[in-house]
């Protein structure tokens, strides 16, 4: 299945949506950790649970950032691969004109 730029365009900005609410929940499920009524070793286990998650996003966002260069190469292959065949075009029609 071939995809637009403009379609993964679309995904990379739902990837990006995900990983920003992805960032606020952790912050809020470090704030309820934090000020709920624990154990130290319930708290610390925890936020050691939600380190981990944080560390799998982490990577996410690596992926991520790996799609938005990917995204970006194909733009500007598409315009490399457009100016030469314009080129080509116009070198044709002289050669044929001549």
Same mark, same amino acid.
């Given at each position: 299945?071939?995809?637009?730029?403009?379609? /993964?365009? $679309? +995904?990379? +900005?739902?990837?990006?949506? @995900?990983?920003?609410?992805?960032?606020?929940?952790?912050? =809020?499920?470090? %704030?309820?950790?934090?000020?709920?009524? /624990?154990?130290? +070793?319930?708290?610390?286990? /925890?936020?050691? $649970?939600?380190?981990?998650?944080?560390? $799998?996003?982490?990577?996410?966002?690596?992926?991520?950032?790996?799609?938005?260069? =990917? @995204?970006?190469?194909?733009?500007?292959?598409? @315009?490399?691969? $457009?100016?030469?065949?314009? %080129?080509?075009?116009?070198?044709?029609?002289?050669?044929?004109?001549?």
């Amino acid at each position: 299945m071939d995809k637009s730029i403009e379609e /993964l365009e $679309k +995904d990379l +900005d739902t990837m990006n949506e @995900i990983f920003r609410k992805y960032v606020r929940l952790s912050l =809020t499920y470090e %704030e309820q950790i934090n000020n709920a009524d /624990l154990s130290d +070793d319930q708290r610390k286990e /925890l936020l050691d $649970k939600l380190s981990r998650e944080n560390e $799998k996003v982490q990577k996410a966002k690596l992926q991520i950032e790996k799609f938005e260069r =990917t @995204i970006q190469s194909l733009k500007d292959g598409t @315009i490399k691969m $457009k100016t030469t065949v314009r %080129e080509m075009d116009k070198s044709e029609y002289l050669v044929a004109y001549n």
